[in-house]
């Protein structure tokens, strides 16, 4: 070699080499790991809402097993997951619905079906998933294989054909959903055991229904209500009898304080004979019992609640709070009625996600940029993991249960 | 000055990995940076662009094309005056889900927030630095 200059490869090598050589290596830095043989049940997956992606997580070395980009807008983003677990579905703020192999770390089908939506559920038998939207107001079904469009269900009210916004989807047994339309003030039950030909029943429920919850066993859908005192319950074993007011007056006429966040009634609460559920517009969580459906109790807390969920066991119900006071939790002892305990995880806890039985607690501390786990025994964290902004955390143990 | 030819080859590598790292470390942070021409200061401004993306965002929607509550962009804005916009901020809207913000965001913020909404809403620079929110 002679020693006057280093002679490079001629420019055009490089050209051809050097893109190749970025490429190689970015794929090495984006590709998911292969999957050795593993089980689903200890998975989840945790929304990273600003960045429209997710994370996979795994519960049981409670690690960040890969990552899922491409989702859209994810702002309450929720997700529902295929009855084997192996798939997470996705629905976006901008009316994506997304099904992520949670095993291989890559989406398999994607439609946009909507221009905005708010959530979404799977059928009991696992063939349908349905996704709830705000515009067009309605809910549609999809095939949970291949995502075909199955059927078309507008929430249409009034004489003019308006549409109205659609909240509180709920799997019920029948392969039917209950909602309700928060412009139409009605709770509506659609049967779409044919997808064909779906049966919608409508239940005048009262103004403004904001979300809604079905109990575990499938037979009482609970709707809350924005705009007036009181939730509207409809026993769907019994829906001839129509909607029932339960709580009625629960602000005793008080002026309600301005809501910053809607609670959320999805993760329901339902423990020892007893319903928790938020307040709107208070610092109170209301007790019901939910053979009487009467108050037996409300619990002052420290804000306005947001998710009241019970631990698994139902020994406990831990509650999150609205903006500006979103950084505390507080857990609430199913026997005494009482609040014992007040936690600080991080700033601006969005969701939490108990593990299968309990013994731990997932928080999503958007602001932080953390999620954060809880032992539920001790109250202190015992492990955390970087997430950018995350939102709602998601276990697959949801696919076997009614209503989520 | 001579190179030794391995050298030479080594920093090439070095480079192409180097800029592989940021290719992909670019989707990270590409939302992030656009101007904030604040007439709050520079924190304050980013408080408030967290707070109109993160927590108006959950009605609104992130992006701000709507929600429970309606869109924010600058088409959906054009025929509203602003007078009345900075009126529902700051007072809420009656018989509807939006709440004041009376006591979290002033007057002249409150008329900040409808100029940058009708102008096209800066990207969420995250929250504030330090304290805390909460």
Same mark, same amino acid.
Request: with cysteine; proline share 7%; net charge neutral.
């Given at each position: ?14 050209? +051809? ?38 994370? +996979?997580?795994?519960?049981? /070395? ?30 976006? @703020? ?27 559920? +799977? ?28 059927? !078309? ?8 054909? #308006? ?21 139409? !003030? ?7 055991? !044919? ?34 005192? /009181? ?8 829906? $001839?009898?129509?909607?029932? #007011? ?5 602000? #005793? ?12 009634? @999805? ?43 019970? @631990?698994?066991?139902?020994? $406990? ?23 014992? !305990?007040?936690?600080?995880?991080? @700033? ?57 | 000055?001579?190179?030794?030819? *391995? ?16 290719? &992909? ?6 939302? &992030?940076?656009?101007? =904030? ?10 408080? *408030? ?8 965002? =959950?009605?609104?929607?992130?992006? *701000? ?40 965001? &002033? ?21 504030? *630095? ?5």
């Amino acid at each position: 070699m002679s020693d006057q200059k280093v002679r490079l490869a001629p420019p055009l090598v490089w050209g +051809i080499l050097l893109p190749v050589i970025i490429l190689l290596l970015s794929a090495c830095a984006t590709q998911p790991p292969v999957a050795a043989l593993r089980g689903t049940g200890d998975l989840g997956v945790v929304i990273e809402r600003a960045d429209g992606r997710v994370q +996979i997580v795994e519960t049981s /070395g409670r690690s960040v097993l890969a990552k899922v980009e491409g989702l859209g807008d994810l702002s309450h983003a929720s997700v529902v997951f295929s009855r084997d677990g192996r798939y997470a579905f996705v629905f976006g @703020r901008d009316g994506g619905l997304s099904k992520v192999d949670l095993l291989t770390a890559t989406i398999v089908g994607r439609v946009m079906q909507a221009g905005n939506a708010i959530g979404g559920a +799977i059928s009991q038998d696992g063939r349908m998933v349905v996704a709830q939207n705000y515009a067009p107001g309605g809910i549609k079904a999809f095939d949970a294989d291949t995502l075909e469009l199955l059927a !078309d269900v507008a929430a249409e009210y009034g004489t003019e054909g #308006k549409r109205s916004k659609v909240v509180g989807l709920a799997d019920l047994p029948g392969n039917r959903f209950a909602y309700a339309l928060f412009d139409a !003030d009605e709770i509506r039950v659609t049967d779409l055991s !044919d997808p064909k030909h779906p049966v919608t029943q409508r239940f005048p429920a009262g103004r403004q229904p904001y979300d809604a919850l079905v109990t575990p066993d499938g037979r009482h859908y609970i709707a809350g209500l924005f705009g007036e005192d /009181g939730l509207a319950m409809l026993d769907l074993w019994q829906p $001839e009898q129509g909607v029932r #007011k339960i709580l009625a007056g629960y602000g #005793k006429g008080a002026e309600p304080l301005p809501v910053f966040k809607m609670p959320h009634l @999805r993760g329901w609460a339902v423990a020892g004979g007893r319903a928790y559920l938020p307040a709107i517009g208070r610092h109170e969580v209301l007790v019901v019992d939910t053979r009487t459906w009467q108050e037996v109790a409300r619990i002052p807390v420290k804000s306005q609640p947001v998710f009241v969920m019970a @631990r698994p066991d139902g020994r $406990e119900v831990w509650v999150n709070f609205a903006f500006p006071e979103n950084g505390w939790v507080q857990v609430i002892d199913t026997l005494t009625q009482k609040v014992v !305990d007040t936690l600080q995880p991080g @700033r601006a806890i969005l969701h939490m996600e108990f593990a299968p039985k309990g013994e731990m607690v997932w928080l999503s501390a958007r602001d932080d940029n953390r999620v954060v786990v809880y032992d539920t025994a001790t109250r202190k964290p015992v492990a955390g993991f970087d997430s950018a902004s995350p939102s709602g955390i998601f276990f697959t143990s949801r696919a076997a249960r009614t209503g989520f | 000055m001579k190179v030794p030819p *391995l050298l030479a080859h080594v920093l090439v590598l070095v480079v192409a990995a180097t800029a592989a790292a940021f290719a &992909s470390a670019a989707d990270l942070t590409n939302s &992030s940076n656009k101007d =904030s021409t604040a007439v709050p200061d520079g924190q304050r401004a980013r408080e *408030l662009v967290h707070l109109v993306r993160q927590d108006c965002g =959950s009605c609104h929607g992130l992006t *701000l094309a709507g929600g429970l509550g309606p869109a924010l962009t600058p088409d959906a804005l054009a025929d509203k005056p602003a007078e009345g916009l900075v009126a529902t901020v700051v007072g809420g809207r009656p018989g509807t889900p939006m709440p004041p913000f009376r006591g979290i965001v &002033s007057e002249r913020e409150a008329e900040w927030i409808v100029e940058q909404l009708m102008r096209g809403f800066p990207a969420d620079g995250g929250p504030a *630095l330090a304290g805390g929110a909460n």
